[in-house]
């Protein structure tokens, strides 16, 4: 079993940054694909980026592509999404989630932590 929390979430004016943080327990997340998803109010979970664990390959939504990026600490068991230049349309319960090598889906999931972009 693997637990996640995710932290870092607040209120940020547009322009601005933050890090989000996702600390992973109850296993190491070696050969785990890590993700973050998204969800904004009314609307269906999105994805936002991933990373494979050992490999340190990434991928980005278009529309966070350049203002995003996502990282991981091996020795921390964590990853990270750092996020720049923020719009108000980054509003969203940003969530983490992990998936095993050859899982078809994503089999871990975080409780969520809020982003708020607004002036």
């Known amino acids: 079993q693997v637990q996640l929390v995710e932290s870092g979430g607040g209120l940020v004016q547009p322009g601005g940054s933050l890090r989000l943080s996702c600390a992973a327990s109850?296993?190491?997340?070696?050969?785990?694909?890590m993700g973050w998803f998204r969800q904004a109010p009314g609307k269906e979970r999105e994805f936002v980026t991933d990373?494979?664990?050992?490999?340190?390959?990434?991928y980005y939504a278009n529309s966070v592509k350049g203002r995003f990026t996502i990282s991981r600490d091996d020795a921390k068991n964590t990853v990270y999404l750092q996020m720049n230049s923020l719009k108000p349309e980054d509003t969203a319960v940003y969530y983490c989630?992990?998936?095993?090598?050859?899982?078809?889906?994503?089999?871990?999931w975080g409780q969520g932590t809020q982003v708020t972009v607004s002036s």
């Open positions: 989630a992990a998936r095993a090598p050859r899982s078809p889906e994503y089999d871990y």
């Open positions: 109850g296993r190491t997340l070696s050969w785990y694909t």
């Open positions: 990373i494979t664990w050992t490999g340190g390959s990434t």
